[in-house]
């Protein structure tokens, strides 16, 4: 393989690994010129199951696009053979990390977690979960960046068509309990594996240990985390309390979503955090363990061997008693034979008042039976054991409302956040079905929760009509909205120039004053008198008022060379400097004609030449008296 081209584009460079299903390769991507990592696939385009499985990893990993989450950037397939090609770590997995570094700092370990779950948190709300978070999927490279990788057995939510029943997917040391039963991951599985991961990475250690994988599974569903001070002294409470709500054995009693992990993991090492109180759960029991001590098996049928799966097999008390319901008719049968033979041995003369009274006697006995049995089945289904009321939860926390379904035992189910003025930010709003509603015992109970109040994303109002911005304004819940009116020349009439509140930012509309300045048009100036300034002070003013067009003339003039001596537009004039032409007449000094010209240069001919003769005779006289002076001392 080393050194061929696949698809006419990429080149295998060096072989990277190889997994239960495919392998991993180092390629090159010769239009782009960069590294990639290829992942190959040998499938029989036969095997329609296996065809979907490939297209299903493909179909989720082109989904999601996150700094967190290794990137997928092409799909292909040769014959047999199917290809991902996807963005290359350079660097080492996370259990390579691990093992290079047996103690990894706390703050560092919660650096790793806050961005697996910054991930995790972008696949779950593309509803995208993993189902096999483990060490070995994290890349990392040397600036401890993380990527998620290997959504090789990750599925939408409903798609269930690939799944068994009962079947469990995924590496059991990060096993949820919940997969562990055999029943369908959630965005809670992930995180209960996240939490497993965060306990190996302080500790060093796995929390679960078995000679096989249903005794693993049955750790994760039976037995308590380990305590982390066993293993690791001086660990804040508050990390300690990360690890605890991840891995609660109740999928009800973890974190609601992986955006909550992320947002618990941003202030965990605050000092205020570090000695809170130990989490606890809702203090009840998690779902009743069934007896697993019962024929297993395990689903080899994957080549992976990380990957197991077992079945449950039903209880005996899900069979019905057909005999004891049988024993009890036939008595009611043979006490309605002796009731006939009693009526055979009354006399002909009482004999029709007997048979009167026995029929009334027997509709009454059956009334009375109607009435006995309606109220047990109504006990039993509707007011009974198999039954309760929803309890109210409204305006309970999150945490409170939980705890509350769960005593009443039933269960929680979908929680939505919805943006509310009123309620406060993670305050149950309503629940479905309604406070008092009888429902099924182990039924599940809807929230709607208060996310905080409505915040919304500024826009950008520049340059929309003032009505449509007062409008829309109005709309995001804005209360309070000031209109101040400027002239502006990049702007026409009735155009939004500047806002007082930067677009793109996070804000409660009511909460805010929204100021935007509009355009009443162009700016108007008066026109400066220019004239006699300097023609370079004059460019600079022209300049600051906004003229766009402005032409300069020279002339002569009895004024000074470089002044200006007049303007095209008249001084005090009331304009639109962007609108008008100038045109600036500088002078050149005074013209001069030729004749003086000439005149003026003969005399300095003249002049120049008496100077000569001047200096000549000067110069005589100076070596004369010179001579004088040396005869008169010979």
């Not at 996370?94 to 706390?106: A, E, G, S, T």
């Not at 599985?189 to 994988?213: N, W």
């Amino acid at each position: 393989m080393i050194n061929k081209i696949i698809c006419n584009r990429y080149k295998i460079l060096d072989h990277l690994g190889t997994g239960g299903m495919a392998t991993v390769w180092l390629g090159y991507d010769t239009i782009l010129d960069r590294q990639v990592a290829i992942k190959t696939f040998k499938i029989d385009a036969n095997d329609e199951d296996a065809v979907k499985r490939f297209n299903r990893e493909a179909k989720a990993v082109t989904s999601l696009s996150h700094p967190n989450i290794v990137s997928i950037y092409d799909v292909e397939n040769e014959g047999e053979f199917y290809y991902l090609i996807l963005e290359y770590v350079e660097g080492m997995t996370l259990k390579d990390y691990m093992v290079k570094n047996p103690r990894i700092p706390i703050e560092t370990i919660v650096h790793i977690a806050k961005q697996i779950a910054a991930g995790l948190s972008h696949a779950h709300q593309n509803g995208i979960i993993h189902r096999d978070i483990k060490p070995q999927n994290i890349l990392m490279n040397e600036n401890l960046t993380c990527k998620i990788t290997d959504f090789g057995i990750a599925r939408a939510y409903g798609d269930t068509t690939l799944t068994q029943t009962n079947q469990m997917l995924g590496t059991v040391y990060y096993l949820s309990p919940e997969q562990a039963r055999g029943n369908v991951a959630t965005a809670q599985s992930d995180i209960y594996s996240l939490g497993i991961l965060i306990f190996e990475m302080i500790t060093g250690q796995i929390p679960f240990k078995g000679e096989s994988a249903v005794a693993i599974a049955l750790k994760h569903l039976q037995e308590e985390l380990p305590d982390i001070d066993k293993y690791r002294e001086n660990v804040p409470q508050s990390v300690k309390n990360i690890v605890l709500k991840a891995t609660m054995k109740n999928p009800n009693e973890r974190y609601i979503s992986s955006k909550e992990l992320f947002e618990d993991l941003s202030t965990v090492l605050n000092p205020e955090r570090l000695y809170e109180d130990k989490y606890t759960g809702f203090k009840i029991p998690a779902e009743p363990i069934k007896n697993y001590n019962q024929t297993q098996y395990l689903d080899n049928s994957s080549s992976n061997n990380n990957q197991y799966g077992y079945n449950d097999y039903n209880n005996e008390d899900d069979y019905y008693d057909y005999e004891e319901d049988n024993r009890h008719s036939n008595r009611r049968y043979q006490q309605v034979n002796n009731q006939k033979n009693n009526y055979n041995n009354v006399s002909k003369r009482d004999e029709k008042e007997e048979t009167s009274k026995a029929k009334h006697i027997f509709l009454a006995i059956l009334a009375i039976v109607t009435i006995v049995v309606g109220t047990f089945f109504i006990y039993n289904y509707v007011i009974g054991s198999n039954s309760v009321s929803a309890p109210d939860v409204r305006n309970k926390t999150l945490e409170e409302a939980k705890v509350t379904i769960v005593k009443a035992g039933l269960e929680v189910g979908d929680v939505t956040e919805v943006a509310s003025d009123d309620i406060k930010e993670n305050t149950v709003i309503d629940s479905d079905p309604k406070a008092g509603k009888k429902v099924k015992k182990g039924s599940k109970v809807d929230l709607r929760v208060s996310s905080g109040k409505k915040t919304v994303d500024m826009p950008n109002f520049v340059g929309i009509d003032e009505e449509t911005v007062k409008k829309n304004a109005s709309k995001l819940g804005f209360k309070n909205i000031t209109v101040e009116k400027v002239e502006s020349n990049s702007y026409e009439s009735g155009k939004v120039v500047s806002q007082n509140i930067r677009a793109g930012m996070e804000i409660v509309p009511k909460e805010k004053e929204l100021i935007i300045q509009v355009s009443t048009g162009k700016k108007k100036v008066t026109m400066p008198n220019l004239v006699g300034e300097d023609s370079t002070a004059v460019e600079s003013t022209i300049a600051s008022y906004g003229f766009k067009n402005v032409t300069y003339r020279e002339e002569y003039s009895d004024k000074e060379a470089g002044t200006v001596i007049s303007q095209s537009i008249r001084t005090g004039s009331n304009i639109v400097p962007s609108d008008e032409s100038l045109e600036i007449v500088i002078s050149k000094g005074k013209e001069r004609n030729s004749s003086r010209e000439e005149s003026s240069d003969d005399s300095s001919v003249d002049s120049r030449s008496n100077d000569d003769k001047t200096t000549r005779n000067n110069t005589t006289r100076n070596s004369s008296t010179s001579n004088n002076r040396n005869n008169n001392s010979n």
